[in-house]
T-cell receptor
Framework: DSGVTQTPKHLITATGQRVTLRCSPRSGDLSVYWYQQSLDQGLQFLIQYYNGEERAKGNILERFSAQQFPDLHSELNLSSLELGDSALYFC????????????FGPGTRLTVL | GESVGLHLPTLSVQEGDNSIINCAYSNSASDYFIWYKQESGKGPQFIIDIRSNMDKRQGQRVTVLLNKTVKHLSLQIAATQPGDSAVYFCAGGEGSQGNLIFGKGTKLSVKP
């Protein structure tokens, strides 16, 4: 158990809909990262927040947005969903270790029908 | 461009043998590298990391070797067990809070 929690575990929805994925980082970690994992793309970095502020952006679509709240939990919002958005979405957190080692949650499996 | 990739997509070893999983990287600016293990249906699990100023680091049954000259790192698993069967990813990062760039992954299968 990494200490990172994600809800829900599974999500099934229809095209055009909007969903919110939630993540709670490890206790004390200020950084939260979101990744998308699909069969043909591997693990792709989406966005990073540090102590409530956006720190880095990766391959995140304009239809997707995220935020980190004062209690450090984070939400990833996916809107106008398309079939191709079906994937595993992982949240990771990191603290003040000697490297930027990130610890991943169990993921949310999103299926868009 | 920046990339971290793996030499082999699959690796099959006999239980008890040692496993070696390889990874090449292109970003010379990476400050550290991390190996993750991902079992089916689960999130990536941190195994071991190494800073770019080191060439070897050992953990429990695992050793990571880093060769900056040829931009290559490897993960050695001693006495491989069935529970080691998973997909292994290497990842590189810059700075203490930067995002990671992941390779495609190598699937390790352990034969009893």
């Amino acid at each position: 158990d990494s200490g990172v929690t994600q809800t829900p575990k599974h999500l099934i929805t229809a095209t055009g809909q909007r969903v919110t994925l939630r993540c709670s980082p490890r206790s004390g970690d200020l950084s939260v990262y979101w990744y998308q994992q699909s069969l043909d793309q591997g693990l792709q970095f989406l966005i990073q927040y540090y102590n409530g502020e956006e720190r880095a952006k990766g391959n995140i679509l304009e239809r997707f947005s995220a935020q980190q709240f004062p209690d450090l939990h984070s939400e990833l919002n996916l809107s106008s969903l398309e079939l191709g958005d079906s994937a595993l979405y992982f949240c990771a957190s990191s603290g003040s270790g000697s490297t930027g080692a990130q610890y991943f949650g169990p993921g949310t499996r999103l299926t868009v029908l | 461009g920046e990339s971290v990739g793996l030499h082999l997509p699959t690796l099959s070893v006999q239980e008890g043998d040692n496993s070696i999983i390889n990874c090449a990287y292109s970003n010379s600016a990476s400050d550290y590298f991390i190996w993750y293990k991902q079992e089916s249906g689960k999130g990536p699990q941190f195994i071991i990391d190494i800073r770019s100023n080191m060439d070897k680091r050992q953990g429990q049954r695992v050793t990571v070797l880093l060769n900056k000259t040829v931009k290559h790192l490897s993960l050695q698993i001693a006495a491989t067990q069935p529970g080691d069967s998973a997909v292994y990813f290497c990842a590189g990062g810059e700075g203490s809070q930067g995002n990671l760039i992941f390779g495609k992954g190598t699937k390790l299968s352990v034969k009893p």
